[in-house]
């Protein structure tokens, strides 16, 4: 089992930034995706940005262009978030095969 850690959300004002980063306890190999989800109060867990071996990237079309993901070559996995929005609060989680991290809290005042 690969064990995923997720951090850097936190309490911003719209328009601000934030960056989420996710780190597993084990190595993680490059030929698969890695992905973010978010799940806002009473809503369901949705795909937010994708990235695969080759670096290609998938964005929900409620984030394109201002979020940015990447990873680095020991595979951490990041989420650039900017110009956040209230829509955008919620816990964001990363996902490495059938491995979730236990999320980090995204919250957005207006």
């Known amino acids: 089992q690969v064990y995923l850690a997720e951090s850097g959300g936190g309490l911003v004002r719209a328009g601000e930034s934030l960056r989420l980063s996710c780190g597993a306890f084990?190595?993680?190999?490059?030929?698969?995706?890695m992905s973010w989800y978010r799940q806002a109060p009473g809503k369901q867990r949705e795909l937010v940005a994708s990235?695969?071996?080759?670096?290609?990237v998938n964005y929900a079309d409620s984030v394109k262009g201002r979020f940015t993901v990447s990873r680095d070559v020991e595979n951490t996995l990041y989420l650039q978030m900017n110009d956040l929005r209230y829509e955008d609060t919620g816990v964001y989680y990363c996902?490495?095969?059938?491995?979730w991290g236990r999320g980090t809290k995204v919250t957005v005042t207006s």
């Open positions: 996902k490495y095969l059938p491995s």
């Open positions: 084990e190595e993680m190999s490059r030929e698969n995706p």
């Open positions: 990235i695969d071996s080759g670096d290609n």
